[in-house]
């Protein structure tokens, strides 16, 4: 693991920054882990560019699923990008009211792309739920191996059940503050295995003290979910270094 890790932001939509190389260079000033989502495949390759020589931002490529029904046919630039990436999001499925006549679409989608990470193997996944949960931990479970496919649930809002299973397959969750905003959250943050989670932004779609959220303010989650958790914050940002560094290494991205 890089020395000297400050934070860790495991889900950031950089390219949708106004400056994505000015956010990169301020995630190595500030050494802040960061995994740089995308939400098409096409945006990966400059993603990539922009990344190749950070230490600290990875980048992921993805297509997201309340985009599928309108860029379906990029599915299969996705699964070539797939057998290139070792990082896939984001992914998964959005059963929103405003979605549901994509959702046959969406199911498609994200079943090939599981299908493809297995395939690969070594792949971290990070995955879009959103009244979903059930039907995404079930594909999960139906498409992939743990040996071979490390899932992280992003922004989790589904039920404590559906969290228990994902818990019991291994699933990793990274938790963004506005998870820790409202009782349900922090109800069912509390009962997560501390071992299973990752701080994360959800930027630019989570603001912090009235603008645009930034990697480097994924710190402040750690203070916040130290104090729901009643934990140690130094001891909390070790553990969540800890959980970010078994999760590189299981995509081959840490010694």
């Given amino acids: ?33 960061t995994l740089a989502v995308t939400t098409t495949p096409k945006a990966w390759p400059q993603n990539r560019k922009w990344t190749a020589a950070s230490q ?13 029904g309108e860029r379906r046919d990029e599915i299969g630039l996705l699964e070539e990008y797939i057998g290139e990436s070792r990082l896939v999001g984001e992914i998964g499925l959005d059963g929103s009211p405003q979605h549901q006549s994509s959702w046959e679409v969406q199911v498609d989608v994200f079943v ?4 493809r990470a297995q395939e690969f193997g070594g792949r971290v996944v990070s995955i879009h739920s959103r009244r979903a949960a059930d039907e995404v931990i079930s594909l999960i479970a139906k498409h992939t191996t743990r040996d071979r496919v490390l899932p992280v649930l992003h922004w989790f809002s589904g039920s404590q059940s559906a969290a228990n299973k994902a818990v019991a ?45 930034v990697p480097s303010d994924a710190r402040a989650t750690v203070h916040k979910l130290a104090f729901v958790l009643s934990a140690d914050e130094r001891e909390l ?3 969540v270094l800890k959980n970010t560094e078994n999760v590189l290494r299981f995509a081959g991205l840490a010694d």
């Fill in 1 to 33: 693991m890089l020395p000297d890790i400050r934070g860790v932001d495991f889900h950031c939509h950089v390219d949708l920054h106004r400056d994505p190389p000015a956010l990169i260079a301020a995630c190595e000033k500030e050494r802040i882990l």
């Fill in 56 to 68: 600290y931002v990875y980048s992921a490529v993805g297509l997201h699923p309340e985009l599928v």
């Fill in 112 to 115: 090939r792309a599981l299908r």
């Fill in 169 to 213: 397959y291994g699933y990793h969750f990274s938790i963004n503050q506005r998870m820790l905003e409202h009782k349900a959250g922090i109800s069912l943050v509390r009962r997560l295995p501390q071992d299973r989670l990752m701080t994360e932004t959800d930027s630019p779609f989570t603001s912090q003290e009235g603008r645009p959220a």
């Fill in 237 to 239: 940002h070790e553990t």
